[in-house]
């Protein structure tokens, strides 16, 4: 496990550019590995930040530099699957807005396996302390319902297949020739 790595603190003028004579010392920026901060949050919540990573780069959300290592990564799929990311690492710069976007996909990660009915554990005090938000999981429970409604889950009656029909004269009817057979024959294909 890497620990998070701090850059040499910056000098800045307190006034202006060339001042000097009245430099402060900025606080040093935190930098942290992209599999530290993974590890950081439970597998199952792990899957809507592998998957929004490179959004979140590119539109200046996180500040990251890559790295040489490789990392391998468990978390679960959107059907709740065991799955592993494999690729490299990343450093970070440990900002309040990456740990914002972190808790926020973390969040999505929950939403997303619940509504694939992966058997995720939600508790009452989660969505009595606003972790999780209670309308909408309330509009998740009720898409799902909905679904059960449309496709019962209750085993149907079997029934019977009907008997092989027959033509006038007492023969079987010919069976129904499938639509993408070859219509050429042997003959023909000389």
């Known amino acids: 496990m890497h620990d ?23 606080p040093a920026p935190t930098l ?22 490179e959004r979140a780069i590119h539109k200046g959300v996180i500040a990251a530099a890559p790295l040489h290592d490789t990392i391998t990564v468990p978390y679960l799929d959107a ?6 990311h494999e690729g490299t690492d990343d450093l970070l710069l440990d900002t309040p807005e990456l740990r914002a976007w972190l808790a926020t996909q973390v969040s999505e990660s929950r939403y997303l396996l619940i509504q694939n009915g ?12 606003g972790e ?43 069976a129904a020739k499938a639509k993408d057979a070859p219509t050429t024959t042997p003959d023909a294909a000389k």
Request: proline content about 9%; hydrophobic content about 35%.
């Open 4 to 26: 998070p790595i701090t850059l040499p603190a910056a000098t800045l003028p307190e006034h202006g550019p060339g001042n000097r004579a009245a430099e402060q010392q900025a």
């Open 132 to 174: 999780l938000d209670f309308e909408r999981l309330s509009a998740i429970r009720k898409a799902v319902a909905g679904q059960r409604v449309q496709t019962p889950a209750a085993p149907q009656a079997k029934t019977s297949k009907p008997a092989a029909s027959k033509s006038k004269s007492g023969q079987k009817a010919p």
């Open 118 to 129: 992966a058997p995720i554990q939600i508790t009452q005090q989660q969505i009595e302390s």
């Open 32 to 53: 942290i590995r992209l599999s530290t901060l993974l590890e950081s949050v439970a597998k199952e919540d792990r899957i809507k930040p592998l998957q929004e990573f």
């Open 79 to 84: 059907q709740g699957r065991d799955a592993t």
